[in-house]
């Protein structure tokens, strides 16, 4: 079975600050993507990142940067210089297989707060 | 850029009747779409997934009587909420994959507010 578990319900700082978002997943599929989603409060998903089991690389973009270790299934997203911008819920979310790829399982979401 | 398009925004309809939402590939043919739903504060839980030419997957738990889905066309997928009662008040939102040929790239609708009064 396949899951994604964000542990941080809510998560509060002030602007500036660097925050780490967690995401723990579990698939027994050997290919799969993960991804990371914003969602605002107009509800519409901002596509963020998507990263392929093969591709273990940190990615870094702009303040955004993400760590994907497979040793621990962990997917883990870090703002740096937070804004309040920012304030928003995001979504970690897995796509096992390369016959499901389109369909994805999400985690419960962490909704960030950044305060001036 | 590819683009998924639902409509309507925002709907809201009385307790009993039905409602259609839509989902179209603006720019490219799906051959598969998914269907998600979001209560408040709470994660997005697949649906169902939208083939094609023929009938629907659900997901354990969803009633495919009351969430008719229809996939009639490569760029439209709708989403059929029957005898809506209140407990269906929800966020609805739609993905579809741009295929292989695209890296199997993945786009969200803006979502579907649907409140049952």
């Known amino acids: 079975a396949q899951k994604v578990t964000q542990a941080q319900t809510e998560i509060s700082v002030v602007e500036k600050e660097d925050v780490t978002l967690d995401c723990v997943y579990e698939t027994r599929d050997t290919t799969y993507y993960l991804f990371w989603y914003k969602q605002p409060p107009s509800g519409e998903l901002v596509f963020l990142i998507r990263?392929?089991?093969?591709?273990?690389q940190n990615e870094i973009s702009g303040r955004y940067s993400w760590n994907f270790q497979k040793s621990t299934s962990s997917f883990n997203f870090t703002i740096t210089a937070s804004q309040v911008v920012d304030s928003a819920v995001y979504f970690c979310?897995?796509?096992?297989?390369?016959?499901?790829?389109?369909?994805?399982?999400f985690g419960q979401g962490t909704t960030l707060q950044v305060k001036p | 850029g590819a683009v998924v398009s639902q409509h309507p925004s925002w709907v809201i309809c009385k307790s009993g009747t039905s409602v259609k939402i839509e989902c179209r590939s603006l720019d490219f043919q799906a051959t598969t779409m998914f269907w998600y739903r979001q209560f408040p504060k709470q994660s997005l839980m697949l649906m169902a997934t939208s083939n094609e030419g023929s009938k629907a997957t659900y997901e354990q738990g969803v009633e495919k009587d009351k969430f008719l889905i229809n996939h009639a066309s490569l760029t439209l997928s709708t989403l059929t909420v029957t005898s809506a009662h209140p407990e269906d008040s929800s966020f609805y939102i739609c993905?579809?994959?741009?295929?292989?040929?695209?890296?199997?790239?993945?786009?969200f609708g803006e979502g579907s507010w649907l409140t049952v009064v």
């Open positions: 993905s579809a994959s741009a295929g292989q040929t695209s890296g199997n790239t993945i786009y």
């Open positions: 990263r392929n089991s093969f591709d273990e």
């Open positions: 979310a897995l796509s096992g297989g390369s016959s499901n790829t389109g369909k994805l399982i």
